[in-house]
């Protein structure tokens, strides 16, 4: 281990004893306990490093349920982690092609070799990072059909050869603390796809050779580069959008090129299409302004990714409003979607866009907190808040994602800004 790991305290009998002693990490006791702890005689590195794990030992439970507590972990390697109900679905891709053998490379924190390895496939997982393969051998223990290496992808492979009968998987590291680290604390991330370790053009010389090979990537990676010759899924967990991965060979799905897997806690919904990126379906006609009414959907980021909007309007016989922008209605009488693939929101009204004209309305009805929704228009939403409600400090807000209203109750509006043609429109809306 490196002499400033962070790990090597913890794994030695009287690190590992202690890391499992503590309580749920409390950030307000972290303090006092980090004083109690030191006074017990513990080394101060020590308790560091165990302090540290708890505390993302807390974190990992969103990804690893109750897993993450017998875990290790490092912070950039958590960023990555595959969360257990997405591992879990790409372990049954592998031994639903009738793979029995699965080399993880660039295994992180070992999450996916972990669903592998729970359904009974031998799995060999690799990475290059000394902290990031320790971590992954205390957290695959339990599991005598994983082996642990600490090498390259590239290295593996060159050893390995071309092993028939054998599947791969890759996540190439996308991020770099040479580069610096991020607003998220995290090491800095890595957008262009040659930059990766190992690069997309390893992965794709390796799908050349005809091998089952999985990757999974950033869900921003663009359409043009995306290889020609593989299915790419784009994955949602409770409404974010967390990967693509494009499958290739016989982990590929015949006459599927882009799909969309919508998970949410009571359902796993997919939409598919064979057409290319370029081929995808275009809308057959678009309503326009005037067709802003009933009910406005707004569908899952995955299926936004994937290019399947019209697919999905047609699927639940909504019309698009404008090919450009990832909205559709259905009729005002409609039920709202019995799918976790869109969320829906009743119009109650609209008007063209303008500070001005929401600052009025904002004063003739009263309003006094607002969340506000936009697409396809330069509007950044805490200004806009500030400009219409006096007095009222925005908060921030993503660029496609809703901020949080300030109150409920009958003073709160929803409001929807999008481009619709050369118009920009304000829709006031009901969520349902």
């Known amino acids: 281990m490196p002499e400033t790991s962070a790990l090597a305290p913890l794994l030695t009998p009287q690190g590992w004893e202690l890391v499992n002693s503590l309580p749920p990490y409390d950030p307000d006791d972290a303090a006092r306990l980090n004083q109690e702890l030191r006074r017990a005689g513990h080394p101060p590195e020590l308790v560091a490093a165990a302090l540290t794990q708890s505390r993302l030992r807390?974190?990992?439970?969103?990804?690893?349920?109750?897993?993450?507590?017998?875990?290790?972990?490092?912070?950039?390697?958590?960023?990555?982690?595959?969360?257990?109900?997405?591992?879990?679905?790409?372990?049954?891709?592998?031994?639903?092609?009738?793979?029995?053998?699965?080399?993880?490379?660039?295994?992180?924190?070992?999450?996916?070799?972990?669903?592998?390895?729970?359904?009974?496939?031998?799995?060999?997982?690799?990475?290059?990072?000394?902290?990031?393969?320790?971590?992954?051998?205390?957290?695959?223990?339990?599991?005598?059909?994983?082996?642990?290496?600490?090498?390259?992808?590239?290295?593996?492979?060159a050893e390995l050869g071309e092993p028939q009968g054998w599947g791969l998987w890759l996540d190439p590291a996308r991020r770099d603390a040479a580069r610096g680290h991020g607003a998220d604390g995290g090491a800095r991330r890595i957008w262009d796809p040659e930059s990766f370790s190992p690069p997309l053009s390893f992965v794709t010389a390796l799908a050349a050779t005809g091998l089952p090979l999985g990757v999974k990537l950033g869900p921003g990676i663009p359409h043009d580069l995306i290889p020609a010759d593989c299915e790419a899924e784009w994955i949602s967990v409770d409404g974010q959008v967390v990967e693509v991965v494009l499958w290739f060979n016989a982990l590929a799905r015949p006459g599927v090129r882009r799909a969309a897997t919508v998970m949410s806690p009571s359902s796993v919904e997919e939409l598919t299409s064979g057409a290319d990126f370029e081929q995808h379906r275009s809308p057959d006609g678009t309503l326009g302004p005037e067709g802003l009414a009933g009910l406005l959907c707004e569908p899952d980021g995955a299926v936004i990714r994937a290019g399947l909007v019209a697919d999905l309007a047609e699927r639940l016989g909504g019309r698009m409003l404008d090919e450009h922008i990832a909205y559709f209605v259905l009729p005002a009488d409609s039920a709202p979607p019995a799918t976790a693939a869109v969320r829906c929101h009743r119009v109650l009204e609209t008007f063209p866009y303008s500070v001005k004209r929401l600052r009025s309305w904002v004063q003739e009805q009263g309003v006094t907190s607002v969340e506000i929704k936009k697409r396809g228009v330069d509007v950044v939403p805490e200004t806009l808040r500030r400009q219409i409600l006096p007095g009222k400090k925005g908060r921030k807000a993503g660029s496609m994602k809703a901020d949080s209203p300030t109150t409920d109750g009958p003073q709160h509006r929803t409001l929807v800004i999008t481009r619709l043609g050369d118009q920009r429109i304000v829709a006031v809306v009901e969520p349902l």
Not at 81 to 93: D, G, I, M, N, Y
């Open 58 to 157: 807390r974190d990992a439970a969103q990804k690893f349920g109750d897993f993450a507590a017998r875990m290790l972990f490092t912070p950039d390697g958590l960023q990555q982690a595959t969360r257990l109900p997405v591992a879990a679905a790409h372990a049954r891709r592998f031994r639903d092609a009738g793979l029995t053998h699965v080399a993880d490379l660039g295994c992180g924190l070992g999450g996916d070799s972990l669903a592998l390895a729970s359904l009974g496939l031998q799995v060999i997982a690799v990475d290059a990072d000394e902290d990031t393969a320790a971590a992954a051998t205390m957290n695959l223990t339990p599991f005598p059909e994983a082996q642990v290496r600490h090498t390259t992808a590239e290295a593996f492979v």
